[in-house]
């Protein structure tokens, strides 16, 4: 396995909403003890808010596995097809930075809609007097 950078998005050509917020985690895997200080660095980012800062991993207790999950914002004022990208580094050696590359989307707030014409959940209240 060596070391591995492990990614919660799929690597490129894919969609992000305009304005969207979202998890993404980064995972760290290594054959051996991955130091206590390693971090993750975003950068060359385009239409997409990332962390300014390193971000310092989370080890597991076997030091094999680390991981860091911040949250990623798509601009809110750019338009349907334009370029989405960014990069992403860790101080721990072995391990090649990756760039992914997406297209922004809008969606249609129609599709969105929450319809609640059924009850789905129906219970019983029951009170029970002691004397």
């Known amino acids: 396995m060596s070391n591995t950078m492990v990614l919660s998005l799929p690597d490129n050509n894919g969609n992000l909403i305009i304005g969207q917020s979202f998890l993404f985690t980064v ?3 290594s054959d051996n003890n991955i130091d206590d200080n390693s971090t993750i660095t975003f950068y060359n980012n385009k239409n997409i808010t990332v962390p300014s800062d390193a971000i310092t991993l989370i080890l597991n207790n076997d030091k094999k596995k680390a991981l860091a999950t911040v949250t990623l914002t798509v601009s809110n ?8 990208y960014f990069s992403v580094k860790t101080s721990l050696s072995g391990i090649q930075p990756k760039t992914l590359k997406y297209t922004a989307r809008t969606i249609d707030s129609s599709s969105l809609e929450l319809k609640i014409d059924d009850i789905f959940c129906q219970y019983q209240y029951h009170l029970m007097i002691q004397k």
């Open 27 to 29: 995972t760290l895997l």
């Open 77 to 84: 004022t750019i338009s349907e097809n334009e370029e989405i």
